[in-house]
């Protein structure tokens, strides 16, 4: 059997993930090879025996980039494909999402699943350390390995998600894609330490961040993927959550949200258009939509471009560099480095 697996990893995960399965899969005699995933990678041409498509979860979702990847892979007529996704505890529909745009492009999935490693997610909390970071690697290389005894099974199993897991995590897992990712590099800042090696920039996967002013300072774009993989893996943990930052944001966000709602119920009371029914509704929320989306960018290039010129002003800059995750250790898999092979980093 010849496979190919391809996967992104943000800080690890799904590197060494990938490693485990690799490893099984070629002790068995079997052909493997690793395609390293980035928003630039261009898709193969040829169709293996086995595609195998690998990511870890965020918010209950594949990252954007990889589920574009996937609808790019060339068409088969009923080739096998597996599906495989590391998580700091449940993916939800995310799984079953790349599942459908690999049988959209004629693939047979004849295997899928999740394997939980460490949550690294540093908005939310610090990763684990020591005996608990042993052990939930552990925990995870043994569902890789799982994982791999599956894709050898004679009758492969698929990863299931209940159907009211999969209600509510969908339209997550839309409004993280569409908007909420674009808000995740908003919220960082580089502290005194910052040397501006340009790592975190060489290291995005989506080319959001970008070295700007005297001294340099890493800026991120709104085409952010919400990785993490800049706060995790800079050298001098320079990168922060700055506090006041996702505040301001998340408090005009909210606000826009809810008098974007409020004009809207106005809007249609009011009967603006001349269209009645189905077709002045429709017309009235393209129209709402098409306003929304313009204020949305001119927070996240006006806005948050003014919030930058602030921070770096000495009397503000103390301000806006407060923040909780000083006080985190960081989260890289042992031996992970990006861009190289998942075989090469498992462990």
Not at 151 to 167: Q, Y
Not at 261 to 288: D, K, Q, T, Y
Request: with cysteine; proline share 6%.
């Amino acid at each position: 059997m010849k496979a190919v697996i391809h996967y992104f990893s943000g800080t690890g995960n799904t590197a060494r993930a990938v490693g485990v399965v690799a490893a099984r899969w070629q002790a068995a005699g079997h052909d493997v090879a690793t395609q390293v995933l980035s928003a630039a990678t261009q898709p193969p041409r040829e169709i293996p025996d086995l595609t195998v498509v690998a990511f870890p979860i965020w918010a209950w979702a594949a990252p954007h980039f990889v589920l574009d990847y996937a609808r790019s892979l060339p068409k088969a007529a009923g080739a096998r494909a597996a599906v495989l996704a590391t998580c700091g505890g449940f993916g939800a529909q995310g799984v079953g999402e790349v599942e459908r745009v690999l049988r959209r492009r004629g693939y047979r999935v004849v295997a899928s699943g999740e394997a939980v490693y460490p949550d690294n997610w540093l908005l939310a909390g610090a990763p684990p350390q020591d005996d608990d970071l042993a052990a939930a690697l552990a925990r995870g290389d043994e569902a890789a390995r799982a994982f791999a005894e599956n894709g050898l099974s004679a009758s492969p199993t698929r990863f299931h998600c209940a159907f009211v897991h999969r209600l509510w995590s969908r339209p997550i897992a839309w409004l993280f894609r569409r908007i909420g990712r674009r808000f995740m590099g908003k919220f960082f800042i580089a502290d005194d330490r910052c040397t501006a090696c340009g790592q975190c920039a060489a290291a995005c996967p989506v080319r959001a961040i970008h070295l700007e002013g005297a001294p340099a300072r890493p800026r991120w774009g709104a085409n952010c993927a919400g990785c993490y993989r800049c706060i995790q893996l800079c050298p001098a943990q320079a990168i922060q959550i700055s506090i006041p930052l996702m505040a301001i944001h998340l408090g005009l966000n909210l606000a826009l949200t809810a008098g974007w709602l409020v004009w809207f119920v106005r809007l249609l009371g009011r009967r603006v258009l001349p269209l009645p029914g189905p077709w002045g509704i429709g017309l009235a929320l393209l129209w709402a939509v098409a306003l929304y989306a313009v204020l949305l960018l001119l927070q996240l290039a006006l806005v948050d471009g003014a919030l930058q010129g602030l921070a770096r002003r000495p009397a503000l800059r103390g301000f806006f560099l407060r923040s909780y995750t000083k006080n985190f250790g960081r989260y890289r898999a042992p031996r992970f480095r990006p861009g190289e092979s998942g075989a090469s980093q498992g462990a």
